[in-house]
């Protein structure tokens, strides 16, 4: 029995049990690291040292009696969640060097639920991408094949779960980069609802979109990690005072009584034909799993795309306005001769290419003369997608769609075509701009033997729904447990 491929409830139960060590455990997914991560990449940092030193510790702490809900479990984290003491660098070079002296919320939730932290994982840089190859420290690569890209913008953590390199991991999305490299890597991942988990120590990229959701080996591990995660925390403005359920009570019961609707906007041109057959396999399963299917429209979708790249750029041209190489983070060394050379010089190296092209972008639609033609407009088109969402749950209690049209591509196939890049995004941005939560699973392989993703939309603070859904999808296929091939 290897332990790097245990889910963590497998993992609980050995601990528990006392038939393996915290150390044993650590040092076995450490040792996977050591031998997968010269073709894949996922990590920026590793904790190995640090994290066997924590692991022993616990083994030595009498405390297996009343064990927390990931005590023992080797995870890793997205380098743009702050972590004391450890280096976050977002994926860019202007904070290469930049030691956060506090903990993220939801870092500070996973140490106190007894988690064993082995590193942080790369990223587009600032989370700007859907394929982790803007990152400044180089790209991360798809375990399933190494010549394509893993999705993005949190493609470190989605790897390192699909290649047994961490138990599970933490991301963000911020129009899709959780459920979408979680889709091309064969994983689950969710998107919670916005503000069902603070974003307080998370490095800000839109700040009315952004938000830190689990990647895990199946469902029942992303139940697990979202009642560590999730709850009010007064430090986040945006935090919402939802009472938390038990997510693993959400896994219980069939799905009669329960209707899916299909939204006729995300099976049309542009869809790969094995991502639909794969969908439409999925939908096949639901509906004997006792679900009811409906056809739905959600009109306003088309707009997805257009709305999001003006309101994402917009705020991110607001927020990375403090990496200004004056406080912290990166300083041009040539930069002497005045104030504004400093500026021009250190955000000029500091960024990369994708990162200035969206601050130019959302500059340019907040300025005077565009702010109303632009960014009033996409935010106008923001509410009409919302209350397409809240009309469509009104006749279903899900939706059920792709998660992207295509599987994955090959690495470089779409660097020089932004346009390309931002419309892999398109079945993931409409619910990130209407805040609902979304979960995508593995439900199929293409030709190429790379993972197809199944998107399942909830109303506002129903993770559990998703989570129902995808469950009695695990209970009869067998796509959770396929493996990259070694």
Known sequence: MELYRLTIHELRHLLDRREVSAEEVTRSVLERIRKWEPRIGAYLSVLEEAATEEARHFDQRQSWREPALLAGVPVAVKDVICTKGIRTTCGSRILRNFVPPFDATVMAHLRGAGAILLGKTNMDEFAM???????????????????????????????????????AALGSDTGGSIRQPASHCGVVGLKPTYGRVSRFGLVAFASSLDQIGPFTKDITDAALMMNVIAGYDRRDSTSVPVEVPDYRDSLVGGLRGITIGIPREYFGEGLDSQVEAAVRAAIRVLEGRGARCVDVSLPHTEYGVAAYYIVAPAEASSNLARYDGVKYGFRHPASRDSLMEMYQKSRSAGFGPEVR????????????????????????VRTLIRKDFLETFKVCHVLVTPVAPTPAFALGEKADDPLQMYLSDVFTLPASLAGIPGLSLPCGLSSKGLPIGLQILAPHFQEGLTLRVGYNFEQETDFHRRCPPE
């Open 129 to 167: 991408g859907s394929s982790t190859e803007n990152s400044a420290f180089g790209p991360t690569r798809n375990p399933w094949n190494p010549a394509f890209i893993p999705g993005g913008s949190s493609g470190g953590s989605a790897a390192a779960v699909a290649a047994d390199e961490c138990v």
């Open 357 to 380: 092209r969206r601050i130019m972008l959302g500059t340019y639609v907040l300025s005077a003369g565009y702010y109303e033609a632009y960014y009033k407009k996409a935010s106008q």
